[in-house]
């Protein structure tokens, strides 16, 4: 199973259309379409059908494996180039939308006012894509976070070998409307939470939840964004609660959006919000000085 012809076929499955694809890739349309019939007859197996263009079964197992498999062959390729690389001060730092708490934002100033010439840009993005740009050199470095039972490390995409290093623990807490019925609790469980509606969010996604808890947890509101001012706000208009790091509630609800949230401590399962650095093999220089302090 040849890369390029991986590509293609995980590029024609991902647009549904053999034209699409043959406009990213830079190919003509029989070129893709050539391509994709010598992997069908490699494997002796139709991998795609032709009207409409989606996988079949065998295409869709082929699926599960050729993200990964590609993703690891450049991450194999971005490691050897940096090892061979000359160090450089101008970094790149992928972060998922709450990994840059006020702990690692003063670690980093601190770096930065160690060094001057040191200019960082930010990418905000989700986990598995912070872990696929550290492996894939299109960032130097990345910062992920997620639930975490204390001091165990944070399940992340397998993409080669790479660094992982806890940054910060924080405590979590249930966010809720002010005026909700269990906001004055000392403490909430999340057992006694299975039949609230919740926000289905990428900051806490209910899969993780139900893994830990079991069946429950209907979907209030379904939110593909990563903005905490949103999810307040959608928490205080009593669209569905959601766990956030302590911090997060200190962050203000926009003007004239109803009533504040409040945010009551998780007690049972025994849960934190965990921040870890991630890297590759890093030569002495800025993105290894950056690294250590990030690290603390």
Known sequence: MDPHLLTTFVTVAR???????????????????????????????????RRPVEPTEAGRRLLEHAGPLLLRLRAARADVLRAAARPGHRLRLAATPLAVNAVVAARLARARADNPRLEVSL??????????????????????????????????????????????????????????????????????????????????????????????????????????????????????????????????????AGPATCGVPLAAPRLVHRVELLHGALPPGPAADLAAVLAG
């Open 123 to 256: 990418h905000t993005c989700g986990r598995d894509q912070a872990v696929a740009m550290v492996a894939e050199g299109r960032a130097d470095l990345g910062l992920a976070d997620g639930l975490a039972a204390p001091s165990d490390p944070l399940r992340l995409l397998d993409a080669g070998p790479m660094t992982a290093v806890g940054v910060s623990e924080e405590e979590l807490v249930v966010a809720l409307p002010a005026g909700h019925p269990l906001a004055g609790r000392s403490a909430l469980g999340l057992a006694d939470l299975v039949d609230a509606r919740w926000l289905q969010t990428p900051l806490c996604p209910l899969a993780r939840l139900r893994d830990l808890v079991g069946d429950g947890f209907p979907v209030g509101l379904d939110y593909h964004g990563d903005n905490v001012h949103t999810v307040l706000n959608l928490v205080a208009a009593d669209h569905g609660l959601t766990l956030l790091p302590a911090s997060a509630l200190s962050a203000p609800i926009l003007p004239g």
């Open 15 to 49: 647009h549904g259309s053999f034209s699409a694809a043959a406009a990213e890739l830079g190919y003509t349309q029989s070129a893709v379409s050539q391509q994709i019939a010598a992997l069908e007859t490699d494997l002796g197996l139709p991998l795609l059908l």
